[in-house]
């Protein structure tokens, strides 16, 4: 079982940042695959980031340039930095775990981007 909590959200002008954090429960989050996924109200969930084990990260096309991906294995901790945040951004963020064929989420931490 894998508990994430996850932190950082808040309310921002277009063109600021946040950084959102995610800790994972537990002595096996070195070989997690990590996830930072959003939902716009009204729209489906959607992943936003993901960085594997080995540290190999992909991102959604809509926040390439924008959004870093980052693990610190020692703190058990994913980091989403976003910068040049866009009205569009606006959702709950959710982070994920893989492991042993499951996908663990957290309770989600709220992003609100004014224009």
């Known amino acids: 079982q894998v508990q994430l909590v996850e932190s950082g959200g808040g309310l921002v002008q277009a063109g600021g940042s946040l950084r959102l954090s995610c800790v994972a429960s537990g002595k096996i989050f070195s070989i997690l695959g990590m996830g930072w996924h959003r939902q716009a109200p009204g729209k489906q969930r959607e992943l936003v980031a993901a960085i594997n084990s080995g540290g190999s990260r992909n991102y959604a096309e809509s926040v390439k340039g924008r959004f870093t991906i980052s693990r610190d294995d020692a703190k058990n901790t994913v980091y989403l930095q976003m910068n040049s945040l866009k009205s569009e951004d606006t959702a709950v963020y959710y982070c994920?775990?893989?492991?042993?064929?499951?996908?663990?989420w957290g309770q989600g931490t709220q992003v609100t981007v004014s224009s």
């Open positions: 994920s775990a893989d492991w042993s064929y499951s996908r663990y």
